[in-house]
């Protein structure tokens, strides 16, 4: 069993950074795909960046959501089991209720379906 605990949403202006983090819990987590997610008021939940575990000692792959590629970064550090989410010039749109889930595999996916676990959500808004 796999406890995620998402921290460091809040306000923050146009153009403006946020770091969300998401500290989970098991020795098992570097053997772990992670993922973020987030959903806004009435739409559903939708892929945001995904990391996977590490791969042939070579690192991790990343992979983003188009509305937010080149403006996130997604990394972990496995000493502290923890997943980030750097968010740098945030526009209204990413305004959203943003969740951290873990998959029990090496490869990370997209769809909210291929993960086990999810933590409870972090508020994100981005006032224009």
């Known amino acids: 069993q796999v406890q995620l605990v998402e921290s460091g949403g809040g306000l923050v202006q146009a153009g403006g950074s946020l770091r969300l983090s998401c500290a989970a819990s098991g020795r098992t987590f570097s053997s772990y795909a992670m993922g973020w997610f987030r959903q806004a008021p009435g739409k559903e939940r939708e892929f945001v960046a995904r990391?996977?575990?590490?791969?042939?000692?070579?690192?991790?792959?990343?992979s983003y959501a188009d509305s937010v590629k080149g403006r996130f970064t997604i990394s972990r550090d496995n000493a502290k089991n923890t997943v980030y989410l750097q968010m740098n010039s945030l526009k209204a749109e990413d305004t959203a209720v943003y969740y951290c889930?873990?998959?029990?595999?090496?490869?990370?996916?997209?769809?909210?379906?291929?993960?086990?676990?999810w933590g409870q959500g972090t508020q994100v808004a981005v006032s224009s």
């Open positions: 889930a873990a998959r029990n595999g090496r490869r990370a996916y997209s769809g909210i379906y291929d993960y086990d676990y």
């Open positions: 990391i996977s575990a590490l791969i042939n000692w070579s690192g991790s792959i990343t």
